[in-house]
């Protein structure tokens, strides 16, 4: 193009000898004579820029092309050719051309040069307009009622008519004309010109016809290049015999299977695949693709439309524990409540059949709540790459399956895509397949989204979109290799658009006529896509009808063994789908190797040498702030007087646990600080921009290492990513923070769906540690309270039932929960939950509401006496002052978690009220800590049972406590509460009012006569 706009700066006057400076090919400016046969060294077309103003130039040009035509590129032959039907017959036979150059020639070059310029430059217009909007025209709806874009507006630079040439300043005389292509296209092949009528023709066929392709907003050259030469490229959509073949025993699998369901079970939900049958073979190209670039371990989560035959198909789950799950009578094991049948995982290995390598496949379990496991999926995908050693992807990769209304509609998957290039959460590329229905459950999409494509918000992230009719299966193979092909040499996300439809309402129960009539009968006219394809590789002679009936009745027998096979199944073994094995963690059985507690204790050597590091800078020539020295000194005063702060403490957790060689990773928004500027495990070199040293990673040589990684703005996609990573090793402790602890909320999802039931619905272990800042500091109702109400209604012990106390009872009632929930007032004892979280036998979710204030008080620092070998977490510390030594005086026994035991210690020692009154801290709330606050009762026989909390009575504690406390009892001795009232928000945000309630529930708490003559 830059040629053409050359030549027209030389025909507004520029004028050159018959000696030309010119470029060469290689870039470099040399002076040469030019070979009229020739443009460059390279073979491109002659610099017409720099000679189309020389007479003598143009008349060797004209005689040359006088002896032969193919003297001279086609751009000349084309411009001669023209003058030449233009001239006087005498004129036309002349050998000699001066005359000719000097009149008519000269007359005309201008004009002509100048049309030539701008057809070029309209033709290089038309080819880009094709790939950027191909799309919005081209044929992806296999029932032929919408265009996937939900437009019917047809851009007006396409050609849809012969009267759109006119947008380009041609018409229908031109399309003969050869024009030269540029280097941004691929559609020639070999050829560097084509006519105008064969480029169109060319164009539709890449971007027009069952394929839809978006890549153009892409910002790397390279990149969109790519793209081009696999779409455009003449003939490159094209299927070998045996490809055939394979295709057609894959979709016949994926029918047969569904029509076999139907056939069994017509009154069961089964969420089956119908009028997307093509998606099983797509997602097995997808993983032979990918099998051969290297990849061995292929990660996926998807939607429940479909799961059952991916199970089935892709996956290779044995057929008869997928049909035993039909069974009503199947008797459920005893290993928790178990799940749906269309929310199940698996995890399986086997041999990739097409590449004979070893292949890893897992699909996680998830709930209803679509796209919630998509930053499980990728968290999981992200801690194999870890482990592995994986630093680029080419070992471990990431399959998503949405729904178009889903993907468009739910905000985690924004929160996904936007963790795919952050360095401590990428996976290196992931291909989402967007199973397209053209429908939510009733819901038409042009009610359901706001974008033109239901896939608009992977743009975000420079990810190419490949629209593909799932009515042409070669077409989808086609797109899936491609796709599979981008990830291994880019290393980028892609998406598939999969345009189908759904034969059935949301369920096979379910009445699609109610909303959708018009749809729903087209669709009942349309031919399934397996009998089409059928028919089409039958008339081509790639299969006989024959081979085509014998290879469906040999995928209907394997169905029908299996069922035969099902009935045999008694019990259903919640095992048999686990997503996430932990072979050597666990027995064989898949339980416990022991059943007792270890010491959670540390050396002193190894307190002393964490301390030193955590005071110190372990990189030379590193100029830290002057702020953080002084932090840094504080810290090393403390280790000299054997003392710890918060953060102290936790640096002991993390570098003891580093020194035994598990991986510690701590993620969450601004964690590398810390919100309140406690933690600082990230140093900033104050002169060197992005110099940073992480001091954690410096104790030990032999060390595991330590990942901290503020994250992006979100809960939900990072919550979610973190419990995938927890999900992969048993050996590392992951820990997610929140800024406050009331942000936990925006995760809701997962911890509802995911982390409180997960042991229960799907048998999966997880250790994910949950950090929540909770305090009621005077900071307004939305920094105050991690809802620990919340956590603790979903925890699963009976108020009402004494636990027998038998064996190790702290490590039975922990195995026996579904979470573990604490909030510890010491830096030891956080040390020691954290500690134990790995320490333990088997894995269960921490919940742990995390201090503010306290990280700086002065009375919440622990000795390092607290830590020595031998001691253990604390589940409830007693009372250990003058009220512990006479506990018959007692006439009062507070218990109370947290920070608010501070606040309780201070008042009562200034109204000298230690002898009369006990202050005994929860520090684990749940599972609840039976046997001691047994013994505590009953030391404490004559005292009233006060609950106290700083949280609003219908929040906080008080709610699970006050059973439990009373069931300790028999309902012998009432429990009173000692609180603020109940209120709507979680807290004030006026000071004075904060205060003032602390005052009032502070003078209820040490008023000895508070209760008296009360009922309960």
Not at 50 to 77: C, F, P, Q, R
Not at 218 to 243: A, M, S
Not at 674 to 688: N, P, W
Not at 929 to 954: I, M, S
Request: proline content about 5%; glycine content about 6%; charged content about 25%.
């Amino acid at each position: 193009m830059s040629q053409f706009r050359a030549l027209a700066g030389v025909l507004r006057g520029g004028r050159a000898g018959g000696s030309q400076w010119l470029r060469a090919c290689g870039g470099a400016p040399v002076r040469r004579w030019v070979d009229p046969r020739r443009g460059c060294s390279s073979g491109a077309a002659p610099v017409l820029s720099t000679v189309a103003g020389s007479s003598s130039y143009m008349e060797e040009m004209y005689i040359a092309w006088l002896e032969d035509h193919k003297n001279v590129h086609e751009s000349w032959d084309a411009f001669f050719s023209n003058i030449h039907a233009s001239s006087p017959p005498g004129e036309a036979g002349e050998r000699r051309p001066s005359a000719l150059l000097e009149g008519r020639v000269l007359s005309h070059s201008a004009n002509m040069a100048q049309k030539v310029v701008e057809d070029h430059l309209a033709v290089h217009t038309l080819i880009r307009a094709y790939q950027i909007r191909g799309h919005h025209v081209a044929q992806l709806d296999p029932l032929g009622i919408l265009d996937a874009d939900l437009d019917h507006f047809v851009p007006s630079d396409l050609i849809t008519t012969i009267d759109k040439l006119g947008f380009y300043g041609l018409d229908e005389s031109d399309l003969d004309r050869s024009f030269q292509l540029p280097s941004t296209t691929f559609i020639g092949g070999e050829d560097t010109t084509l006519p105008l009528r064969e480029i169109i023709r060319r164009l539709e066929a890449s971007y027009c016809g069952h394929i839809g392709i978006e890549f153009m907003f892409i910002n790397n050259v390279d990149q969109c290049q790519w793209i081009r030469q696999k779409f455009e490229t003449p003939g490159i959509l094209k299927f070998t015999k045996l490809e055939k073949r394979t295709l057609l025993a894959r979709l016949i699998r994926s029918t047969r299977f569904e029509d076999f369901l139907a056939r069994k079970w017509s009154s069961e939900k089964r969420f089956g695949l119908e009028g997307c049958e093509v998606l099983i073979p797509a997602l097995k190209s997808m993983i032979d693709t990918s099998s051969s670039a290297g990849i061995d371990s292929v990660i996926m989560g998807m939607p429940h439309r479909g799961r059952l035959n991916v199970l089935a198909n892709v996956i290779r789950k044995e057929l008869d524990q997928i049909f035993c799950q039909f069974d009503p009578k199947l008797e459920a094991s005893d290993e928790g409540s178990g799940d749906v049948k269309y929310h199940l995982g698996m995890y399986h290995e086997r041999i990739n059949r097409e590449t004979d390598k070893n292949i890893t496949l897992s699909l996680m379990a998830n709930p209803s709540h679509l796209e919630a496991v998509d930053p499980v999926v990728q968290g999981k995908a992200k801690a194999e790459q870890f482990y592995r050693g994986d630093t680029q992807g080419k070992k471990v990769m990431s399959i998503l399956i949405h729904g178009d209304a889903a993907f468009a509609g739910q905000g985690v998957v924004y929160e996904t895509f936007h963790l795919s290039e952050l360095p401590s959460y990428t996976t290196h590329g992931t291909i989402h397949v967007v199973v397209n229905n053209q429908i939510g459950f009733t819901t038409d999409p042009r009610m359901a989204r706001s974008s033109p494509y239901p896939t608009d918000v992977a743009r975000v992230v420079n990810a190419p979109i490949f629209h593909v009719n799932a009515d042409d299966p070669e077409a989808v193979m086609y797109v899936c290799r491609v796709a599979a092909e981008w990830r291994a040499t880019f290393n980028k996300d892609v998406v598939i658009d999969l345009v189908c439809y759904r034969r059935f309402g949301h369920n096979e129960m379910d009445e699609p006529m109610f909303t959708q009539p018009l749809m729903y009968k087209q669709i009942r006219r349309q031919e399934h896509v397996l009998k089409k394809y059928s028919d089409r590789l039958i008339a081509e002679g790639v299969v006989t009808l024959q081979e085509y009936e014998e290879e469906v009745a040999k995928y209907d027998k394997i169905c029908e063994e299996a069922y035969a096979s099902s009935k045999d199944e008694k019990i259903l073994q919640i095992r048999h789908w686990l997503d996430s094995p932990w072979p050597d963690f666990f027995t064989a059985e898949g339980e416990p190797k022991s059943m007792s507690s270890v010491p959670t204790g540390l050396k002193e050597e190894v307190l002393q040498h964490i301390g030193q590091t955590a005071s110190s800078v372990p990189l030379d020539d590193f100029q830290i702030h002057p702020g953080l020295s002084r932090i840094l000194r504080g810290r090393a005063d403390l280790v000299k007087n054997r003392q710890m702060d918060w953060a102290l403490g936790e640096y002991m957790a993390f570098g003891s646990l580093l020194k035994d060689g598990i991986h510690v990773r701590l993620s969450g928004q601004d964690v590398e600080r810390g919100t309140f500027s406690h933690r600082h495990h990230v140093l900033h070199d104050q002169e060197v921009d992005k110099r940073i040293c992480v001091p954690m990673n410096h104790l030990w040589a032999d060390q595991a290492p330590y990942t901290v990684c503020n994250s992006s703005l979100s809960e939900y996609g990072v919550l979610g990513f973190e419990l995938g990573f927890a999900m992969a090793s048993p050996n590392a402790l992951i820990l997610w923070e929140a800024q406050f602890g009331d942000f936990n909320n925006t995760a809701q999802c997962i911890i509802d769906q995911f982390i409180s039931p997960g042991q229960a619905k799907w048998v999966r272990n997880n250790g994910i540690v949950l950090l929540l800042p909770h305090g009621m500091e005077g900071m307004g109702p939305e920094h105050s309270s991690a809802r620990p109400e919340r956590f603790l209604q979903m925890s699963n012990d009976d108020p009402d039932h004494f636990p027998e106390f038998s064996g190790d009872f702290e490590v039975q009632q922990l195995y026996d929960c579904n979470w573990i929930v604490v909030n510890c007032s010491t830096p030891a004892n956080y040390c020691h939950v954290l500690r134990r979280q790995i320490l333990l036998p088997f894995r269960k979710p921490l919940i742990i509401f995390t201090p503010k204030s306290l990280l700086r008080h002065p009375d919440a620092r622990s000795s390092f006496e607290d830590l020595a070998e031998g001691t253990t977490f604390k589940r409830l510390i007693p009372d250990v002052g003058p009220a512990s030594q006479n506990p018959s005086q007692v006439k009062r026994v507070i218990f109370c978690a947290g920070k608010v035991y501070y606040e309780l210690a201070r008042e009562r020692k200034q109204q000298k009220l230690e002898k009369e009154i006990a202050i005994i801290r929860l520090e684990q709330i749940s599972p609840f800590p039976f046997d001691l606050v047994r013994t505590e009762a009953e030391k404490y026989g004559n005292a009233e049972l006060v609950w106290c909390q700083e949280e609003h009575k219908n929040m906080g504690y008080y709610d699970y406590a006050r059973p439990r406390l009373l069931t300790v009892t028999a309902n012998r001795r009432p429990v009173w509460y000692v609180g603020r009232d109940p209120a709507a928000a979680p807290a004030t945000g006026n000071k004075f009012t904060h205060f003032n309630e602390l005052k009032r529930f502070m003078d209820t708490a040490f008023n000895l006569n508070a209760f008296t003559g009360k009922d309960v």
